[in-house]
């Protein structure tokens, strides 16, 4: 598995789960067993195991959707005003246009999941400067979610270990 396929499979994990969501999970972690990031995947692949698709999915609304501390929306994470964040809107935004990346839903530049397909699509040097970027907002979540003991907490742990993230081809 390489860098682009890890982080497209990391987007996923991190978006709503629907009925797709099983056999996605089932096929990202058959391919990441080898990798080191597999480390922070175990606690999450066994919360996922053990929960229907209704489990999964109160859970991520309660913990994504009604937590505003923890929304996946990076600018709720950064002390902007209005004016600050449309510009950091609009800069997300030519950045994904740069590169010829289209979302596919009509979701904000800065919705998590969405920055990180984004990352998925571009050359892996690039996309860990645009990680870096951000650092911050991965670093303030990846802390709310561990003190509140979430399997989410896990994922945000991958995108802070630039280590792991460098052996990934």
Same mark, same amino acid.
């Given at each position: ?8 499979a990391?987007?996923?994990l991190l ?16 391919n ?39 929304? $996946?929306?990076? +600018?709720?994470?950064?002390? @902007? ?7 950091? !809107?609009?800069?997300? =935004? /030519?950045l994904?246009?740069?590169?010829g ?26 996309? $860990?400067?645009? +990680?870096?970027?951000?650092? @911050? ?7 709310? !979610?561990?003190?509140? =003991? /979430? ?19």
């Amino acid at each position: 598995m390489d860098f682009s396929e890890f982080m497209e499979a990391l987007s996923f994990l991190l978006r709503y789960p629907d009925d797709t969501y099983r056999l996605e999970i089932e096929k990202f972690e058959f391919n990441a067993k080898n990798l080191n990031l597999y480390e922070y995947l175990k606690d999450f692949m066994a919360y996922y195991r053990g929960k229907s698709t209704l489990d999964l999915q109160e859970y991520y609304v309660d913990t994504f959707d009604l937590t505003p501390q923890n929304s $996946l929306c990076m +600018l709720d994470h950064m002390r @902007l005003n209005n004016s600050q964040k449309g510009n950091e !809107l609009i800069n997300i =935004k /030519s950045l994904y246009n740069e590169f010829g990346f289209k979302p596919k839903n009509n979701e904000l530049p800065d919705y998590i999941p969405l920055f990180i397909e984004y990352l998925s699509h571009i050359e892996k040097k690039a996309a $860990l400067e645009r +990680l870096s970027e951000y650092i @911050l907002v991965f670093q303030d979540l990846h802390s709310r !979610l561990l003190e509140s =003991k /979430s399997p989410y907490c896990s994922l945000f742990g991958i995108l802070l270990d630039k280590e792991a993230l460098d052996e990934l081809l």
